[in-house]
Structures are given as C-alpha cells and as structure tokens.
C-alpha cells in the first residue's frame, strides 16, 4: 500500500527556515518523480517543486515563486524526499502534500498524495 507521510511543518517568522519531509512506503522512492504541493483554502493546489527519479537524472522543478529559496532533494536509502525552505515569507503560509508522480519524470501528474503539514510563515 503506497503511503506518503509529511513532517516538519510549524510556525516560523518571516525570513526563517523549516525543512518538510515525506517519508514514503508501499513502494520504491526512486521508481517515481516525487513533488510538493500546497494548497491555501480557498485556491487550486500549486505545485511547488519536483525531483524526479535518478533514472531521469534527478532533475529538479520550481515554481517561479520559490526559486532560490526552496530546495529539494531525495535520500533513496530513506526513502524520503525534503524541502528545504528559506527566507520565509508570509505568502508561503499554506498546507504542504508531498505526492507520488505518475511517471519518472516530473509532469505534473501525480497519483498518490500524503496527508499535509501546515507551515505558517507570520510574526
């Protein structure tokens, strides 16, 4: 059973830095590209970042509104995928969902999605 569990969500100040992680099971982390979303109520879930497989040279994807400061990378041996998140903005309040890509590469369609964490960027 695939299953997709998110940690390290909170409350920081502006201009801080959390780092999420998605600790996955039910199957084999790299077989997948493997992306963060997030979603605040009210708006479409926005894709915020993929990596994906090694196969596909573990090439990574930004949304223009976190690019250099968001990071994310895959531990294989874990089988986890992380975001690191810097310089914080109050815009990036939100859930966080990491989720299965339905292929290798990242394109933006995804098939199995975790639960979500919260962050909350305020002061």
């Known amino acids: 059973q695939v299953q997709l569990v998110e940690s390290g969500g909170g409350l920081v100040q502006p201009g801080g830095s959390l780092r999420l992680s998605c600790a996955a099971s039910g199957f084999t982390l790299d077989t997948s590209a493997i992306g963060w979303l997030r979603q605040v109520p009210g708006k479409e879930r926005e894709e915020v970042s993929c990596?994906?497989?090694?196969?596909?040279?573990?090439?990574?994807y930004y949304a223009d509104s976190v690019k250099g400061r968001f990071t994310i990378s895959r531990d294989n041996a874990r089988n986890t995928v992380y975001l690191q998140m810097n310089s914080l903005k109050p815009e990036d309040t939100a859930v966080y969902y990491c989720?299965?890509?339905?292929?290798?590469?990242?394109?933006?369609?995804?098939?199995?999605w975790g639960q979500g964490t919260q962050v909350t960027v305020s002061s």
């Open positions: 990596i994906s497989s090694s196969s596909s040279a573990g090439s990574t």
């Open positions: 989720a299965r890509g339905r292929r290798r590469w990242c394109s933006k369609s995804y098939d199995s």
